[in-house]
């Protein structure tokens, strides 16, 4: 008997110092109470108005711009000047002074040309000699064959506007992947905030069992094992609240990665910031907008967009070759006068006159054309493999949306069931606490029933958090991001 009263005390002390570890352990497990709710809404606007990557792809279609506005120079007027001069021995062997602003215009290809010459001395070439006030003349240059319907200057800036509209689509390619795994970064951080949430309110539980019991076995109404089971239940969930914790830091880290402020300075996600609740939609919500989304695919998915832009280029490119298969046949003509002074009477014929003119003809034509040949052949050869990328990648695009479309109906389904059997285990839960009340349960089975709860709470929100990024994945998949 003696024996039997000494084991039972030292199971007491046994209890006594479990009782203080216990109660030292769950000081630190409580939520801030300024805690604020940092929503989704919130995130995405930081995140498309200050993430690196987002203001990096903004850059795309202001280079693309530059490109246009330096394929405009071509067209820029150009001016030049010559002046040469030699004197030896008294005698003044030429004098020669050259000067022409040329404007290239738009329409076939022409440049518009003014010169004034003035060539003199003894030793001038004669074609080029003018007389003392120097020649004046404006005129033309035309290509009729080759480079009349397009030529490199202004193929060179179709190319580049057609780059600006590839360069928009490229944007929201990185824009949208940015905000898609941002998103999923979130709905992770939402997963282990739940999951320390539901794993501290089951600690705690376990906690006032524990001190429950133990009063209980003081006094004699329970047995001293029972304490025992309570006090290894709440060790259990204090360990796995402490490795969910960390869960939790290092989610809250990845989020921070997405977080810039104006100055582009990093930002760190507050510590009493916490994740918005979330409801889904009904069942029909996405049914009824799958065709939409279809549709919206198959007209502004961003990969579609930049073969698009892609086979207009190679459209521009072709047209560009087909030209270079024709003759080069350039035309050039000027009207020149000896009249220099424009300060004076101007008579109404003034002094251009049809017999003083300057005419050029320049043609060449290689025989076989093999190298041009070759390139439009090229270009088709690309044309094709194109058309069979947009194939492709529409079947792909489409098939992302329907598998994502169908994890969203698999994912309704499974919350349904997981929240029913919620219900019902918490039903069994309040039916062994009310037999533990009359003696005729154990805490073993309260334990496991309320384990089973809890395990059963963290798989909804992990479902909740699957959920929420298969919406992100369907958004994903037309080429755009959530507008919920």
């Known amino acids: 008997?003696?024996?039997?009263?000494?084991?039972?005390?030292?199971?007491?002390?046994?209890?006594?110092?479990?009782?203080?570890?216990?109660?030292?352990?769950?000081?630190?497990?409580?939520?801030?109470?300024?805690?604020?709710?940092?929503?989704?809404?919130?995130?995405?606007?930081?995140?498309?108005?200050?993430?690196?990557?987002?203001?990096?792809?903004?850059l795309?279609?202001?280079?693309?711009?530059?490109?246009?506005?330096?394929?405009?120079?071509?067209?820029?007027?150009?001016?030049?000047?010559?002046?040469?001069?030699?004197?030896?021995?008294?005698?003044?062997?030429?004098?020669?002074?050259?000067?022409?602003?040329?404007?290239?215009?738009?329409?076939?290809?022409?440049?518009?040309?003014?010169?004034?010459?003035?060539?003199?001395?003894?030793?001038?070439?004669?074609?080029?000699r003018t007389a003392q006030p120097g020649?004046?003349?404006?005129?033309?240059?035309?290509?009729?064959?080759?480079?009349?319907?397009?030529?490199?200057?202004?193929?060179?800036?179709?190319?580049?506007?057609?780059?600006?509209g590839y360069a928009e689509a490229e944007k929201i390619k990185q824009i949208n992947l940015v905000w898609y795994e941002a998103v999923k970064d979130y709905w992770d951080w939402f997963y282990a905030y739940r999951q320390f949430t539901l794993i501290r309110e089951g600690t705690d539980l376990a906690l006032k069992r524990f001190l429950f019991v133990k009063n209980q076995v003081l006094i004699g109404d329970k047995p001293a094992i029972d304490s025992v089971e309570a006090a290894i239940t709440y060790q259990e969930r204090s360990l796995q609240l402490e490795k969910i914790r960390v869960e939790l830091n290092n989610s809250r880290l990845v989020m921070s990665n997405h977080l810039w402020n104006e100055r582009?300075?990093?930002?760190?996600?507050?510590?009493?910031?916490?994740?918005q609740d979330t409801e889904q939609p009904g069942a029909d919500f996405y049914k009824n907008q799958l065709e939409t989304l279809i549709s919206n695919a198959a007209t502004s998915h961003p990969e579609l967009l930049l073969l698009k832009n892609k086979g207009l280029q190679l459209q521009l490119e072709r047209n560009y070759r087909?030209?270079?298969?024709?003759?080069?046949?350039?035309?050039?003509?000027?009207?020149?006068?000896?009249?220099?002074?424009?300060?004076?009477?101007?008579?109404?014929?003034?002094?251009?006159?049809?017999?003083?003119?300057?005419?050029?003809?320049?043609?060449?034509?290689?025989?076989?054309?093999?190298?041009?040949?070759?390139?439009?052949?090229e270009i088709k050869v690309k044309q094709r493999a194109l058309q069979y990328d947009v194939q492709q990648t529409g079947r792909e695009i489409n098939t992302k949306i329907l598998s994502s479309f169908?994890?969203?109906?698999?994912?309704?389904?499974?919350?349904?069931?997981?929240?029913?059997?919620?219900?019902?285990q918490q039903i069994l839960l309040n039916g062994e606490l009310a037999k533990f009340d009359l003696g005729e349960s154990t805490l073993f089975l309260i334990n496991s029933r309320e384990t089973k709860l809890i395990d059963m709470k963290i798989k909804l929100a992990e479902l909740v958090a699957g959920y929420q990024k298969a919406v992100a994945q369907l958004y994903y998949s037309v080429g755009t991001v959530t507008d919920r």
């Not at 203080?20 to 630190?28: I, R």
């Not at 939520?31 to 108005?49: G, M, S, T, W, Y």
């Not at 404006?138 to 030529?151: K, M, T, Y």
Request: glycine residues 8%.
């Open 1 to 58: 008997m003696d024996y039997l009263i000494k084991g039972e005390r030292l199971i007491f002390l046994l209890l006594a110092l479990v009782a203080f570890q216990v109660t030292g352990h769950a000081q630190n497990d409580t939520i801030p109470e300024n805690a604020r709710v940092f929503a989704l809404k919130d995130f995405e606007q930081i995140v498309l108005a200050n993430h690196p990557v987002v203001k990096q792809a903004g």
């Open 60 to 128: 795309l279609g202001e280079e693309a711009r530059t490109k246009v506005q330096q394929a405009w120079g071509d067209f820029d007027p150009n001016l030049k000047s010559y002046f040469g001069r030699k004197t030896f021995g008294g005698t003044d062997y030429y004098n020669n002074w050259s000067n022409e602003l040329k404007v290239p215009l738009w329409l076939a290809g022409a440049d518009l040309k003014i010169g004034y010459d003035r060539n003199v001395g003894a030793y001038t070439n004669p074609e080029t």
């Open 135 to 164: 020649l004046a003349g404006v005129g033309l240059s035309v290509p009729i064959g080759q480079g009349f319907l397009i030529d490199a200057r202004r193929n060179t800036l179709r190319q580049a506007r057609v780059m600006v």
């Open 264 to 275: 582009e300075e990093p930002l760190e996600l507050p510590e009493n910031s916490v994740p």
């Open 322 to 377: 087909r030209e270079m298969l024709k003759p080069k046949l350039n035309v050039s003509a000027s009207l020149i006068t000896t009249r220099t002074d424009f300060g004076s009477y101007v008579p109404e014929y003034y002094d251009f006159q049809w017999s003083n003119y300057k005419l050029g003809v320049d043609f060449s034509f290689p025989l076989f054309l093999r190298s041009q040949r070759g390139k439009l052949n």
């Open 406 to 424: 169908n994890s969203l109906q698999a994912y309704e389904s499974q919350l349904v069931i997981q929240s029913k059997s919620i219900d019902n």
